[in-house]
């Protein structure tokens, strides 16, 4: 049987032990990843303190193919890969292409289990959860369909590519495949995390101008600026209107939020032009509660939308991401800082206080 380290998380404990596991046999339609390394996603931290029984999260992995299942077929041993999420592949949201909405999505990617209640990952006689996000990848292997694994290119640089299966992924996919901007339409895009610079990138990669940042840490406006923003502006210091109707008059076209802060997108929504669109893709508590005036925004055409994993199909959309950030157009590597997988409690404390914009634990 084999054995893998992994970090467990406990009921009622915020804290991950690292403990070795036992991993059981692959079904038929399942691969086992030796993961290179894993990024830290905010969804990691807001469930490490709700978790249903112990369970390993992670769910930004890449690595290699191990092992593969007797019906496995698009990918084998030796092949490089990017993990995202799981869905079912049968119902009308997978059949049409969409899978981030799939009907199963919930039990699928939050109970850390299969649907049929089973894992991969054991202590001893007690089942440890191994499939949050179908691949609980804060360990050296993980446990995933087949479907969840997105072959890259060999020569992929594994260790900086795993958050395109989540933050990444949503960031820029929400830009690339929601809001479709044109080159020369306006942005702005609320919050410079790991979501909000990747959709700046996605911005800055399809032309829009001008781009606007709104971000109240310096540190990252500057980064912003850096990285193709046209105009940043601290939310807490400045007028925002005032600076949006300067360098937009009739309003931007295209808004990206990452706070999920109701009182930010009602802001938002005033700034936008005739016809402007916002995505919202950050997860709020459930009473959040957005309150839009509709005569204006039916008489201003403006659309919201709510956007998971950036409505991408992972299959296509992480290769192209893999092409934009080995051409240089996409500087993944500027939002980054590594870790060891013994010190991801440092990852995780970084990440919650802002320090680090995205964490990458690499498994050594």
Known sequence: MTT??????????????LQDLSLRELRDDEVLVRLTATGVCHTDLGFRCRVPHALVL????????????????????????????NSCHECPSCLAGKPSYCHKFMPLNFTGLRLDGSSALAAGDRPIGGHFFGQSSFATHS?????????????????????????????AGAVM????PRAGESIVIVGAGG???????????????????????????????????????DPLNEDVAAIVREVAPAGVLHALDTSG??????QVLGLLALRGSIALVTATPREAVLEVPMISAIGRGISIRGVIEGDAQPQEFIPKLVELVMSGRFPLHKLVRFYDLENIEHALEDQESGKVIKPIVRMR
């Open 4 to 17: 893998i380290r992994a970090a467990v998380f406990e009921p009622n404990s915020q804290h991950a032990a």
């Open 58 to 85: 992670g769910h930004e992995g890449a690595g290699k193919i191990e092992r593969v299942g007797a019906a496995v077929r698009s990918v084998g041993v030796g092949d490089s890969v990017v993990m995202s999420f």
């Open 143 to 171: 446990v995933a369909h087949e479907s969840s694994v997105v072959k890259v290119r060999a020569d992929a640089p594994l260790e900086l590519l795993g958050p395109l299966g989540c933050g990444v992924q949503t960031g």
């Open 177 to 180: 495949n929601v809001l479709r």
């Open 195 to 233: 979501v909000g610079m990747s959709g700046l990138m996605a911005a800055v990669v399809e032309g829009c101008s001008p781009i606007i940042v709104l971000e109240p840490n310096a540190e990252r406006r500057a980064l912003a600026k850096e990285l193709g923003a046209h105009r940043v502006i």
């Open 261 to 266: 802060l109701p009182k930010v997108v009602a």
